[in-house]
């Protein structure tokens, strides 16, 4: 049994753009089937899927992220692999391409889980990453208008992610974002850290998006692994964590997750969040705006 997940982030999303959104998921799921195809790894087809939406600039990861307060995009990303358990991330990262591809750098070169800043940018550069602007005018153009609104409201969805099962049974998960628009230079989401934003075992495969901070404090991908851990199906393990912390936070939170056997969970809280995945018992791609 193969599969794979992918979402392109919970928030609200312009419906001019939803069709846009729900092709571009679809076409990283089938980017990462490929690989799980052809006999290919669940890290190398996340690696593969959240590639494809971070060079999308419609998605915010990669290139077109948001904007923090001070206009400038800092990324955060986060890849990890459920049979060995290792994990690794870049946090306020700048001027790279693929966050994620620097992230598993991180996991496959270094001692290391997590690096951040201008030392991530800089171990990018020593690995052989070019310097990239990922801000598109576009998203300065939505910042101007954000920056004048200073309301808070979400018009910018948030993150991508990836969940995949190869035909070796391991499991993995990676998740890629510019975060929150106007948030705090500096500030670090949940995308990157293991266990809140992203998290992977033997048995379990979860990448999540929507309010970081909460996920932080309520550990949510590792919340929701320890059930599907205990038997638990995965749509059922991620509802009860998300109306867990609804009911603590008023958070409304997305989550992509998978079990050993290919059962897929896909659940959120808010309006949208364009989603695809396939697994081995269907003849094509599954992709929607909302589950
Ligand atoms: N989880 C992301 C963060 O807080 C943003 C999002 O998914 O909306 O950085």
């Known amino acids: 049994m193969i599969a794979i997940a992918v979402h392109g982030g919970a928030g609200r999303w312009d419906e001019a753009e939803r069709d846009a959104a729900v092709a571009g998921v679809r076409g990283a799921a089938a980017a990462g089937w490929q690989v799980l195809e052809t006999g290919g790894t669940s890290l190398d087809a ?12 419609l998605f915010n990861a990669g290139t077109g992220s948001v904007l923090n307060a001070e206009g400038d995009a800092e990324l955060d990303a986060g890849i990890m692999a459920g049979d060995v358990l290792t994990a690794g991330g870049v946090a306020c990262i ?3 391409r693929n966050p994620v591809l620097v992230a598993r750098r991180v996991m496959e ?6 690096l951040a800043g201008a030392e991530a940018e800089r171990f990018a550069r020593d690995q052989g990453f070019a310097d990239h602007d990922p801000v598109t005018e576009r998203r300065r153009a939505r910042w101007r208008a954000a920056r004048a609104r200073q309301a808070g409201e979400r018009l910018v969805p948030g993150t991508v992610g990836a969940v995949a ?7 993995a998960a990676a998740t890629s974002t510019g975060g929150r628009e106007l948030k705090r230079p500096g500030r670090i989401g949940d995308s990157p850290v293991p266990g809140a934003g992203n998290y992977a ?7 999540a998006t929507g309010w970081g901070e909460f996920m932080l404090r309520m550990a949510t991908a590792k919340a929701i692994a320890t059930r599907i851990e205990s038997g638990e199906p995965p ?7 998300l109306a867990e912390m609804a009911r603590s936070f ?13 059962a897929v969970g896909i659940v959120h809280g808010t309006e949208g969040m364009p989603h695809a ?4 018992d269907d003849d094509d791609f599954n992709a929607r705006f909302a589950a």
Not at 46 to 57: F, G, Y
Not at 165 to 171: A, H, I, N, V
């Open 277 to 280: 995945w396939r697994t081995g």
């Open 46 to 57: 996340v690696t593969a899927a959240v590639m494809v939406l971070e060079d999308d600039p």
């Open 250 to 262: 008023g958070a409304p939170i997305g989550v992509i997750c998978l079990d050993a056997r290919g």
């Open 109 to 114: 070169a270094t001692d290391c889980v997590l």
């Open 165 to 171: 099962l190869d035909r070796g049974g391991r499991l």
């Open 94 to 96: 700048r001027r790279v």
């Open 201 to 207: 075992t033997a048995q379990a495969a979860v990448s």
């Open 235 to 241: 749509a059922s393990a991620a509802a009860s964590v």
